[in-house]
């Protein structure tokens, strides 16, 4: 039975909630000023404390990981992500999750940014390449996915759907990601998942598209 998504929609970044066989798991969490989305999201699904199972987070930048501290205490979660991608949520430290160093423009940059935008995080589970996720009631794996960061994850379900986290995003249309720290992994990860059985992505960032659509637009 095809898995109940609802997309959490952010002027910054999309979320998405899934129910589940045996309750919820939220991707990715949005900048803390977005928890209003957020909030009425999991209102309206009935998602209460005690079966928001688990919060998968693709990437560890401060607009995935906003609202992360907040729902563990509300709903008593936990929170999943890669090994690469701990030092980012916890320290908002951008450039732990990548190998590129940035000049002292952009550090200042993100330092702002993490300023009024970072609330840190701790990861409780580490997640893998091909990880099983049917142990919380859904059928569904882990894809390594680096190039955007080091520990770029996306989760591909038996039904055909991939949220991709920042790999692909669609703002105009469906591209590979315009923030790159790896070129040569990225152009890798997205072969990759240009070889597997996908309907719908689900991106971070822009709104969801048909895998053909992206196929036809990057041949």
């Known amino acids: 039975m095809p ?27 949005g900048v803390y000023f977005q928890r ?12 209460q404390p005690g079966n928001l199972k688990l919060i998968i987070i693709t990437h560890g930048d401060f607009d995935h990981t906003g609202n992360c501290a907040w729902l563990c205490k509300t709903y008593g979660t936990k929170i999943a ?19 590129t160093r940035r000049g002292i423009i952009a550090k200042m940059i993100f330092s702002v940014l993490s300023l009024f ?26 894809l390594h996915l680096p190039g955007h960061s080091l520990g770029s994850i996306g989760i591909l379900t038996n039904d055909g759907d991939f949220f991709c986290g920042d790999t692909l995003e669609n703002y105009k249309q469906p591209v590979k990601a315009s923030r790159v720290d790896d070129e040569v992994e990225l152009n890798a990860s997205i072969e990759r998942v240009k070889n597997l059985t996908i309907k719908k992505v689900y991106p971070g960032h822009g709104k969801p598209f048909t895998m053909e659509t992206f196929l036809n637009s990057n041949p």
């Open 36 to 47: 209003g989305a957020l909030k009425r999201a999991l209102k309206s699904a009935d998602c």
């Open 3 to 29: 898995s109940e998504i609802t997309a959490i929609s952010g002027s910054i970044v999309n979320c998405y909630l899934v129910k589940t066989g045996t309750g919820f798991i939220l991707i990715d969490t």
């Open 81 to 99: 992500m890669h090994r690469s991608e701990a030092g980012a949520a916890e320290k908002g430290d951008m450039h732990a999750n990548r190998k």
């Open 117 to 142: 935008f970072f609330r840190g995080c701790k990861a409780d589970i580490y997640l893998e390449d091909g990880e099983d996720l049917s142990a919380y009631g859904w059928g569904a794996h882990i």
